[in-house]
């Protein structure tokens, strides 16, 4: 899963991830998106990434959302320009 800061998980997790010491494995717990197992492995201080830092993973992000919006687009062009034809 990564680094994560407090909020970022369904609030089961979040206050679970919380409260486990460095190697130590939580039980099943049951969240919207099914059941989990979390171990932590590293707790570092929170603190705020240099933008040297976070520069690839905005980059990534960024060339990413402009593909999407690209494909919607096109899908949306395809849409208006289509001629659908039902057979009752």
């Keep these: 899963m990564g680094f994560i800061s ?37 707790k570092r201080p929170a603190g705020q990434l240099s933008f040297d830092e976070v520069q690839p993973r905005l980059t990534q992000m960024l060339i990413s959302q402009r593909a999407s919006d690209k494909v919607e ?13 039902r057979k009752i």
């Design 73 to 85: 687009s096109m899908v949306n062009d395809m849409k208006a320009k289509a001629k659908i034809k």
């Design 6 to 42: 407090k909020g970022q998980l369904p609030a089961p997790l979040d206050s679970l991830a919380f409260t486990l010491a460095v190697g130590q494995i939580s039980q099943p717990v049951r969240s919207p998106y099914g059941f989990h197992i979390l171990k932590m492995e590293e």
